[in-house]
């Protein structure tokens, strides 16, 4: 599992009056009711360790922490083989990063009414079947979301009602220094390191305790005994087919790897995937690229996070592609030809077994929050999402910190969708700690506070954007029994063929 999950938060639903309704009702039962019952956004299955109570919450001293993690040690690496180019996007594609909201000429939004958002996006967005014909991603729809995220952030500076701020807490200080070296990477004051943003969005959720010497060495070491049997197979080290041919190779199978200067074999085994609490819901750091590389077990966050570290060690090029649920790799060949790398188990699929999902519509394709390719920005861009939600994780709280880590992804990354849903999840905890604090129960004592009715249309707001974007929340049940179709044999046949054509024009 990797990201969040989250239900659908269809606007439709989300009626002030029967939301209010609700609140009246559970004020007079004096019990605070779950969160769906409130019509409040309900909090991801993978944050159920999340769910913390916000009423009367004034103070830093009363967020309880979960259960300090066990901090990954790397043993003593050879020293790191040197660095090159990291990978860049091979798509021609604007970057709005530096546009202004001027620059575009889609439609303003009404704030007030929520569904103005959903029917712009919302055209023509069926499910995608196997069978589909799938859509490209459009610049029209793109342009779209990136005019109606800008304009919800500058709505924001009206709405002044704020969570109790954790900046004095213990810790405080390791991910505002993350947040701080991933923004002068986005900005141009330090190199784009894919390598590092992982280590430094990871570190900060313990408190700075992991070695980065260590973490380099053992990456180093990584890379290196890929080039060696690259070079025992006599494949060509700098050819971007055979990098990415031999680091599959090393992820999926056993290889035997002479060591000339020592004279002897080295073994390395594959990576597996880890079946005990996959989706994080017990222990986030089992979605952690250190937990990977220390334990030789991940899934399909740390997988394919790791392909790409290693294959901008090696100078290759490889892209991360998100699904519902889901993160995998992308590549070309050299012949023009793509390949979806499902480090879950190793095989190659196609862009139609990903839709069989039966998760993914046609507007989430034209928008690019499926099935599109990152460029090297955009997934350091989502180190910014992860660092959120691991300071969430964390402190089982929220605060401003979150909306500046998720704004600022969404920046380099408009159409991010990870990005967007903790967004939602921020307004929708935000307006359920203003209202519960303030006793609402009837629509018009909502709409005599301005700044608590502006919470409650920001957050439908949201809601509408990621309905509109085609977004289904995938069940944590569906999404394993999707995997498993990989092993069904028309699969099995497809990822057979595409690895031997692969391989063939490596040799």
């Known amino acids: 599992m990797v990201f969040l999950k989250t239900s659908n938060k269809n606007t439709k639903r989300f009626n002030p009056i029967a939301h209010l309704a609700h609140l009246q009702v559970a004020q007079a039962n004096a019990q605070p009711k779950p969160a769906k019952e409130l019509n409040l956004a309900c909090p991801h299955a993978s944050l159920v360790v999340l769910f913390f109570v916000l009423t009367n919450l004034f103070s830093v001293d009363t967020f309880a922490q979960i259960q300090s993690p066990n901090i990954p040690t790397f043993e003593k690496q050879p020293n790191p083989i040197s660095n090159t180019q990291s990978y860049s996007t091979g798509q021609t594609q604007q970057d709005y990063s530096t546009l202004n909201h001027s620059d575009l000429q889609t439609k303003k939004v009404n704030a007030n009414v929520p569904d103005n958002i959903y029917n712009s996006l919302n055209k023509n967005n069926f499910v995608l079947t196997s069978n589909s014909t799938i859509p490209g991603k459009t610049s029209s729809s793109v342009d779209n979301v990136y005019s109606i995220i800008n304009e919800m952030k500058n709505y924001e500076p009206s709405i002044n009602y704020h969570f109790p701020s954790l900046q004095s807490a213990t810790g405080f200080n390791s991910f505002n220094s993350a947040y701080q070296e991933l923004l002068d990477m986005l900005e141009g004051r330090k190199t784009l390191d894919l390598k590092r943003a992982v280590f430094i969005t990871e570190n900060a959720f313990f408190g700075n305790q992991m070695k980065y010497e260590d973490y380099k060495k053992s990456i180093a070491e990584m890379a290196l005994l890929i080039q060696l049997k690259m070079q025992q197979e006599k494949l060509s080290v700098s050819n971007n087919d055979a990098i990415l041919y031999m680091t599959h190779q090393y992820f999926t199978d056993t290889l035997n790897i002479k060591l000339r200067v020592q004279e002897k074999t080295v073994t390395t085994f594959p990576k597996t995937y880890d079946f005990q609490d996959p989706f994080g819901n017990e222990d986030p750091t089992k979605m952690f690229v250190s937990k990977l590389m220390v334990k030789n077990s991940g899934q399909c966050k740390s997988l394919p996070l790791l392909f790409l570290i290693l294959v901008n060690e090696l100078g290759g090029n490889a892209y991360l592609s998100f699904s519902p649920s ?43 929050i499926f099935l599109d390719t990152l460029n090297k920005k955009e997934v350091i861009a989502q180190c910014l999402v992860d660092l959120a939600q691991y300071y969430t994780w964390h402190y089982k709280a929220q605060d401003d910190f979150v909306l500046k880590c998720v704004n600022k992804a969404l920046e380099f990354h408009p159409n991010n969708i990870w990005a967007i849903q903790v967004k939602s999840d921020y307004y929708s905890y935000l307006f359920k700690y203003v209202s519960e604090q303030k006793g609402f129960s009837n629509i018009e004592q909502l709409k005599k506070d301005p700044k608590a009715l502006e919470l409650f249309t920001q957050r439908n707001r949201i809601y509408a954007l990621i309905d509109g974007l085609g977004y289904q929340p995938m069940p944590e049940q569906a999404y394993i029994d999707w995997l498993k179709t990989l092993n069904e044999k028309q699969q099995k046949q497809e990822s057979e063929q595409q690895y031997i054509n692969f391989s063939k024009i490596v040799r």
């Open 326 to 368: 889901h993160s995998y790799i992308k590549s070309k060949d050299k012949n023009g030809v793509w390949y979806n790398i499902e480090l879950t188990n190793g095989m190659l699929t196609s862009d139609s077994w990903v839709v069989g999902s039966g998760y993914i519509k046609s507007e989430a394709v034209k928008s690019g």
